[in-house]
């Protein structure tokens, strides 16, 4: 156990829909990166914040944003959903300690999209 | 981030020690290399990480090599539970928290 939690474990939208995916951080970390991991590859990073501001992104469109809370936990808001979006969800907390940085994950949101 | 290869599967007997290689030619002076792992279905598992010298942990040790331009995580008692992907990343600089997942080395622990 990571610590790190995730809500909803599994969700089903339609195609065009919009959803909402939230993670609670572990105790102390101050950052968290989200990742998108479609069936049978390696998770793709999608974006950072750290103290409430997005700090790094990778190659999403802005239909994925997302949010951090004064308490570290966050949310991952999709638009338009397509087909393609179907994938499990993983964010991560982190802190930065000493030159490294060690990220936990939570168990993940598994996304369908119909 | 520098770029990493794995082998994609290896077998091992359970009970006997797990070698999991990585090459990572092209990493600099301050990226770190950590390994995860991530049992079918769960979200990955932070293992070790390293710079230069050879670290160990209650999971794991890892073998960096003196140009550190490769790797070796070593599970020294494979059990059936360590059956997964195991993902090695080169990660530190300006990633900010982009850990870049290659394809991993998928693990399979034989009884």
């Known amino acids: 156990e990571t610590g790190v939690t995730q809500s909803p474990t599994h969700l089903i939208k339609t195609r065009g829909q919009q959803v909402t995916l939230r993670c609670s951080s572990q105790?102390?970390?101050?950052?968290v990166s989200w990742y998108q991991q479609a069936l049978g590859q390696g998770p793709q990073f999608i974006f950072q914040?750290?103290?409430?501001?997005?700090?790094g992104r990778g190659n999403f469109p802005p239909r994925f944003s997302g949010l951090q809370f004064p308490n570290y936990s966050s949310e991952l808001n999709v638009n338009a959903l397509e087909l393609d979006d179907s994938a499990l969800y993983l964010c991560?907390?982190?802190?930065?300690?000493?030159?490294?940085?060690?990220?936990?994950f939570g168990p993940g949101t598994r996304l369908t999209v119909t | 981030d520098a770029k990493t290869t794995q082998p994609p599967s290896m077998d091992c007997a359970e009970g006997r020690a797990a070698n999991l290689p990585c090459n990572h030619s092209?990493?600099?002076?301050?990226?770190?290399v950590y390994w995860y792992r991530q049992i079918h279905s769960q979200g990955p598992q932070y293992i070790i990480h390293?710079?230069?010298n050879n670290e160990t942990n209650e999971m794991a040790s890892l073998i960096i090599t003196e140009d550190r331009k490769s790797s070796t995580l070593i599970l020294p008692h494979a059990t059936l539970r360590d059956t997964a992907v195991y993902y090695c990343?080169?990660?530190?600089?300006?990633?900010?928290?982009?850990?870049?997942f290659g394809q991993g080395t998928i693990l399979t622990v034989h009884p």
């Open positions: 990343i080169a990660f530190g600089g300006t990633s900010y928290g982009k850990l870049t």
């Open positions: 105790s102390g970390h101050n950052t």
């Open positions: 991560a907390s982190s802190v930065w300690s000493g030159g490294s940085y060690e990220q936990y």
């Open positions: 092209t990493i600099s002076g301050n990226e770190y």
């Open positions: 390293g710079l230069k």
């Open positions: 914040y750290y103290r409430e501001e997005e700090n």
